[in-house]
């Protein structure tokens, strides 16, 4: 029969799994102007006089923003912001304010997609990871192996 700590152990590794597999990886990957659905998560790349135009709006430097699209019509697209990105690398968090983003400041539209392949590495890389650790605490003569150094079970 195993040990407490042995199945603590593999409760707390399988809800680690399952974690991973729930998150999952995502990537962003180009789409075309009309191609970004209501609902769907994408991130938009300013141009540099877009940068500009929206400082007002977006905060100054602002070089990318994240968020979902409301809106896909006409010159502009609305988008609840989730986030932004400036310049010099600093990650702003948004509450969702909608803002438009007109396309001609567009450089390039990008839309978050599952990635399979990711979400299957980073699984395989846990995995390994909690096997290594189980081994490490619980394998011959680890710190929870049940018997003290040397086989002697010790006094009775």
């Given at each position: 029969?195993p040990?407490?700590?042995?199945?603590?152990?593999?409760?707390?590794?399988?809800?680690?799994?399952?974690?991973a597999?729930?998150?999952?990886?995502?990537?962003?990957?180009?789409?075309?102007?009309?191609?970004?659905?209501?609902?769907?998560?994408?991130?938009?790349?300013?141009?540099?006089?877009?940068?500009?135009?929206l400082?007002?709006?977006?905060?100054?430097?602002?070089?990318?923003?994240?968020?979902?699209?409301?809106?896909?019509?006409?010159?502009a697209?609305?988008?609840?912001?989730?986030?932004t990105r400036?310049?010099?690398?600093?990650?702003?968090?948004?509450?969702?304010e909608?803002?438009?983003?007109?396309r001609?400041?567009?450089?390039?539209?990008?839309?978050r997609?599952f990635?399979?392949?990711?979400?299957?590495?980073?699984?395989?890389?846990?995995?390994?990871?909690?096997?290594?650790?189980?081994?490490i605490?619980?394998?011959?003569g680890?710190t929870?192996?049940?018997?003290?150094?040397?086989?002697?079970?010790?006094?009775?």
């Amino acid at each position: 029969m195993p040990s407490l700590p042995f199945v603590t152990f593999m409760i707390r590794g399988a809800a680690l799994l399952l974690l991973a597999v729930m998150a999952g990886c995502y990537s962003y990957r180009p789409v075309s102007a009309h191609d970004s659905r209501l609902g769907r998560r994408v991130r938009v790349t300013l141009t540099d006089a877009g940068s500009a135009d929206l400082a007002a709006h977006l905060g100054p430097s602002t070089m990318m923003v994240s968020g979902l699209v409301v809106e896909n019509a006409g010159e502009a697209y609305l988008i609840s912001v989730l986030g932004t990105r400036t310049r010099s690398g600093r990650e702003i968090d948004w509450a969702g304010e909608q803002v438009a983003i007109p396309r001609p400041l567009v450089s390039e539209l990008e839309q978050r997609s599952f990635s399979r392949t990711r979400t299957v590495v980073a699984t395989i890389g846990l995995a390994a990871a909690a096997a290594v650790v189980r081994q490490i605490f619980w394998g011959p003569g680890g710190t929870f192996s049940g018997a003290p150094p040397g086989g002697n079970p010790g006094p009775r």
